[in-house]
């Protein structure tokens, strides 16, 4: 009841209450508290003034407005608790997309990972090739340096034989022209051996025919000089062998390196490519990470804000609850009280 309501009964109390059997009444019907304590001591006063038409209309008005009031708090709970369910379903939803959101990441995650993995493991690949491929090249240009050393090793030994052979070739073939009788001296002939074994060797089929004559003759002359120019023949086709083949094997080795210069540039290009995609990889990986980080987070807040909104909601509730139970007590109370004084009005204006 409001002060207001109180003051005004208050003012119209003329005399001093005196007990009726309605009051008593009263007494008996409403349940012991402050409130119908007030309720009762007011009306009692109210009643002893003779004003009990104007208190018939004063409790109609307080249960009008307290109807009214009751009915506005339970219309105002209604939306509130609609308002805190709305509010806890949008959240769940929020949480259950977060929490697919962490799936797929998560998803997203493992799959980038794999890839990095496999990238990883070709950017290793690629480059042992590429190492191979260099020592590969390496070893082709070692060989085909040996390989030339040792054809103009072959074509300067070649050559100075070859130089010998035709000196002893041409003395040799102007002694003949020359029909001397000793044909050579002893000390030339020996001169003419030793040049022989050296540039062909002790069992050189020529050392051993000019070493083993008993006399150097014209016959053993001719002998050497058509032997001799069989080797010197057989050497001038051995240095042209040897330069064809140089062509040969430097085509070759051109090719070799050419097709080394191709496959490196080719795995140069994939490790490249390869490089990039494992950075670009590890920068999405990074950033999934730091996603799931926050959804994670998100999700975390979201459950603890739905956990606080149950907990405001049933707050809220229980409040709406324990004030509604006052009211209705109070109006109850009002409803009484008018309908006994209404059932002894009679009693009472007397």
Known sequence: MSHKSLLVLLLITIAIATESPALQQLRHKLESNEYNSQLVDMLELSVAGGQIDRVFELLQKMIDDLTGQINSANLEHASRMAAF????????????????????????????????????????????????????????????????????????????????????????????????????????????????????????????????????????????????????????????????????????????????SILREKLGQDNQKTSSTLKNKQNDLKIAQRRNKQLSLNQENTQQLIETTRVQKDLYDSNFRSNASKREGQLNSLKTAFQILRDNEQALKK
């Not at 977060?98 to 290793?124: A, C, D, F, H, P």
């Not at 003949?176 to 030793?194: A, H, M, P, R, W």
């Not at 053993?220 to 062509?247: C, D, H, P």
């Open 85 to 260: 369910q709305l509010s806890i379903e949008q959240l769940e939803a929020n949480l259950a997309q977060l929490q697919n959101e962490v799936q797929t990441t998560n998803r997203k995650i493992g799959e980038i990972t794999q890839s990095i993995s496999t990238l990883t493991s070709t950017s290793v690949s690629i480059k042992k090739q590429l190492e191979t491929i260099n020592q590969k090249e390496e070893q082709i240009r070692n060989n085909r340096a040996k390989e030339i050393q040792s054809v103009e090793t072959k074509q300067t030994a070649g050559q100075k034989t070859l130089e010998t052979l035709e000196e002893i070739h041409d003395r040799l073939v102007k002694a003949v022209l020359s029909n001397q009788g000793s044909f050579l001296e002893e000390t030339e002939k020996q001169e003419i051996i030793k040049q022989v074994k050296q540039e062909l060797g002790l069992t050189h089929p020529l050392a051993l025919l000019l070493d083993l004559s008993a006399k150097f003759d014209e016959l053993t002359a001719k002998k050497a000089i058509e032997l001799i120019e069989q080797i010197i023949a057989s050497i001038k086709e051995g240095q042209q062998f040897r330069e064809q083949n140089q062509t040969a094997a430097e085509q070759n080795f051109n090719s070799l390196i050419n097709e080394v």
